[in-house]
């Protein structure tokens, strides 16, 4: 099977525009959650969805969301980008029947000037 | 809410020389525990987990890790360190917050730790 898949895989934006990223899980799997990891925070928990439905949230403002499609892909958008959003956003599957058991994708790495 | 800690942020060892990073957690109900390992500018890969299965847990590439309830702690250990091995390694805890079996909540992670080896 394929991984999970992210893009794009590097991004360079300024403060205040938005921006949007995609993950498309493993087949078959229907649960999708995404984190963002940064050096002075480490890995901290955005969301996760579930057929479409987000499941949990983290506590990031506002600014951040998310959405699931019916074929499973999900895409997060951040819009008025700030300097402190610069970071690597990773994309996790889980079939959740399988287990809990999340897979990781490469990330996309934002960088914003 | 549950918690995890990693002592030490980097450890140094010699090439053949036991690997030991120490992983602790605090949980309110019994949990899921991982350890996934990071290379430079890759996303995160599984190691090996815990689910209420067997204590010792054993993974990829030579690692396994023991699960002490007692001791709240998780420690991953391999017995001979090879250079491959050198990434960035970090413990998670996850908690079922969904009897209706749409979620395993969230995936919170220790801070990392950097294993160095020397040859």
């Known amino acids: 099977k394929a991984g999970v898949t992210q893009t794009p895989r590097y991004l360079i934006k300024t403060r205040g525009q938005q921006v949007t990223l995609s993950c498309s899980p493993i087949?078959?799997?229907?649960?999708v959650s995404w984190y963002q990891q940064t050096p002075g925070q480490g890995l901290q928990f955005l969301f996760e969805y579930f057929s479409e439905t987000q499941r949990n949230k983290g506590n990031f403002p506002g600014r951040f969301s998310g959405r699931q499609f019916s074929n499973s892909r999900s895409e997060m958008n951040v819009s008025t980008l700030e300097l402190g959003d610069s970071a690597l956003y990773l994309c996790?599957?889980?079939?959740?029947?399988?287990?809990?058991?999340?897979?990781f994708g490469p990330g996309t790495r934002l960088l914003v000037l | 809410a549950q918690s995890v800690t990693q002592l030490g942020s980097h450890v140094s060892v010699s090439e053949g020389a036991l690997v030991l990073l120490r992983c602790n957690y605090s949980s309110s109900v019994p949990p899921y525990l991982f350890w996934y390992v990071q290379y430079p500018n890759q996303g995160l890969q599984l190691l090996l987990k815990?689910?209420?299965?067997?204590?010792l847990v054993k993974g990829i590439n030579g690692f396994e890790a023991e699960f002490k309830k007692s001791e709240t702690s998780f420690h991953l250990t391999k017995p001979s360190a090879h250079m491959s091995d050198a990434a960035e390694y970090f413990c998670a805890v996850s908690v079922s917050n969904d009897a209706g079996g749409t979620s395993y909540g969230k995936l919170t992670f220790g801070q990392g730790t950097i294993l160095t080896v020397h040859p």
């Open positions: 815990y689910t209420s299965a067997a204590t």
């Open positions: 996790a599957s889980s079939s959740l029947a399988g287990g809990p058991y999340r897979y």
């Open positions: 087949s078959g799997h229907r649960s």
